[in-house]
């Protein structure tokens, strides 16, 4: 029986989403799958429309440092750059993050001062590098980094909600200096004290309404892992709507961000128990086609049954700060989604 380029594709796929999704994480398996994946993309161009080059490389990259290959790493990152990786801090970062964590925090300044020249008003350029810097333990460097983001952060408005992190890695930093906060960093607790909330949840997460002084309530809000998320926005366009979850098309990562962000209100608001559905589109598909909805709009009845039938597949939320994140980055939590977490 002759195998299409279909039946690989799907082939390829279910082994990249069980490599991804398996707990506890395989990195040899992730390496393997992935790179399956980069090696069909690159024998069959066709193979693209189901696989993002950039996405699979970025997380090949990710999966490479966390097996200390920092060389292959760095590598695959730089593939997934020319192939139109896209994000925020730029791409370039990353490169520069590989480097700090392999030890070659010397080959990493001038990437980050290039971007810096480019981008002088990305915050998350500015936090990152400042997170990076105060890991390996030069605060003075940190310090300059995370003083210059939480002025921008300041003086913007804070729309990436960034100036909760600034100021807690300040904080860390001027310590370890010997210093005692400064105005700065008065006028970064000031702002924050004088937040009054984040708006209303947005209708695509459809949570109940979380009540104080009720019992804990048990709730499953549907996400779509790094490996589906690219075909969920193929599939369903609404999903990069102005209010969607992936609105302007976000990457995964901003993605996975501005949902903690939601996470964290509804968690402050008084619901617990909080645990994250994550979508795989197949078995979504069948399910819908078995219980009759419209697979547009039926990921949060999809992410309750999950909870109610499956509920080892369920994430629980939030993860401890030093605990792998729940995105599945591979990073840890406070140095990733939690690093854009919610007031």
Same mark, same amino acid.
């Given at each position: 029986?002759?195998?299409?380029?279909?039946?690989?594709?799907?082939?390829?796929?279910?082994?990249?989403?069980?490599?991804?999704?398996?707990?506890?994480?395989?990195?040899?398996?992730?390496?393997?799958?992935?790179?399956?994946?980069?090696?069909?993309?690159?024998?069959?161009?066709?193979?693209?429309?189901?696989?993002?080059?950039?996405?699979?490389?970025?997380?090949?990259?990710?999966?490479?440092?966390?097996?200390?290959?920092?060389?292959?790493?760095?590598?695959?990152?730089?593939?997934?750059?020319?192939?139109?990786?896209?994000?925020?801090?730029?791409?370039?970062? *990353?490169?520069?993050?590989?480097?700090?964590?392999? %030890?070659? $925090? +010397?080959?990493? /300044?001038?990437?980050? !001062?290039?971007?810096? @020249?480019?981008?002088?008003?990305?915050?998350?350029?500015?936090?990152?590098?400042?997170?990076?810097?105060?890991?390996?333990?030069?605060?003075?460097?940190?310090?300059?980094?995370?003083?210059?983001?939480?002025?921008?952060?300041?003086?913007?408005?804070?729309?990436?909600?960034?100036?909760?992190?600034?100021?807690?890695?300040?904080?860390?930093?001027?310590?370890?200096?010997?210093?005692?906060?400064?105005?700065?960093?008065?006028?970064?607790?000031?702002?924050?004290?004088?937040?009054?909330?984040?708006?209303?949840?947005?209708?695509?997460?459809?949570?109940?309404?979380?009540?104080?002084?009720?019992?804990?309530?048990?709730?499953?809000?549907?996400?779509?892992?790094?490996?589906?998320?690219?075909?969920?926005?193929? *599939?369903?366009?609404?999903?990069?709507?102005?209010? %969607?979850? $992936? +609105?302007?098309? /976000?990457?995964?990562? !901003?993605?996975?961000? @501005?949902?903690?962000?939601?996470?964290?209100?509804?968690?402050?608001?008084?619901?617990?128990?909080?645990?994250?559905?994550?979508?795989?589109?197949?078995?979504?598909?069948?399910?819908?086609?078995?219980?009759?909805?419209?697979?547009?709009?039926?990921?949060?009845?999809?992410?309750?049954?999950?909870?109610?039938?499956?509920?080892?597949?369920?994430?629980?939320?939030?993860?401890?700060?030093?605990?792998?994140?729940?995105?599945?980055?591979?990073?840890?939590?406070?140095?990733?989604?939690?690093?854009?977490?919610?007031?």
């Amino acid at each position: 029986m002759q195998v299409t380029l279909e039946d690989e594709i799907d082939r390829v796929d279910r082994k990249l989403s069980t490599a991804m999704a398996a707990r506890p994480r395989d990195t040899a398996a992730c390496i393997t799958a992935l790179e399956n994946a980069v090696a069909l993309v690159r024998a069959e161009p066709e193979a693209a429309e189901a696989f993002v080059p950039a996405e699979l490389l970025d997380l090949l990259a990710e999966e490479y440092e966390r097996a200390g290959r920092f060389d292959d790493a760095l590598a695959a990152m730089r593939e997934a750059i020319d192939a139109g990786r896209r994000g925020q801090p730029d791409g370039r970062c *990353r490169l520069a993050e590989i480097l700090m964590r392999s %030890g070659r $925090a +010397a080959d990493a /300044r001038p990437i980050w !001062a290039q971007v810096k @020249a480019e981008t002088p008003d990305d915050v998350w350029l500015h936090n990152n590098a400042g997170l990076e810097y105060s890991a390996i333990g030069e605060h003075e460097t940190a310090l300059e980094w995370l003083t210059d983001g939480l002025r921008l952060a300041l003086n913007t408005g804070d729309p990436e909600r960034l100036v909760d992190q600034l100021v807690d890695l300040r904080a860390e930093s001027l310590t370890a200096l010997g210093r005692e906060p400064d105005q700065l960093q008065v006028r970064g607790r000031n702002h924050l004290a004088a937040e009054t909330g984040a708006a209303s949840t947005p209708s695509w997460l459809h949570p109940p309404t979380p009540t104080r002084g009720t019992e804990p309530m048990a709730v499953a809000w549907a996400w779509f892992p790094a490996t589906e998320y690219a075909q969920a926005l193929r *599939r369903w366009p609404g999903l990069a709507e102005p209010g %969607g979850p $992936a +609105a302007g098309g /976000r990457d995964h990562a !901003a993605y996975c961000r @501005a949902m903690h962000a939601k996470l964290v209100e509804a968690a402050e608001a008084g619901m617990t128990s909080v645990h994250i559905a994550p979508i795989r589109i197949r078995p979504y598909l069948a399910w819908c086609a078995e219980h009759g909805h419209d697979p547009g709009d039926a990921r949060a009845t999809y992410a309750a049954d999950l909870a109610r039938t499956h509920p080892e597949q369920l994430i629980a939320w939030p993860p401890a700060r030093n605990a792998p994140c729940w995105c599945g980055s591979g990073r840890k939590h406070k140095r990733c989604c939690a690093a854009a977490r919610g007031r």
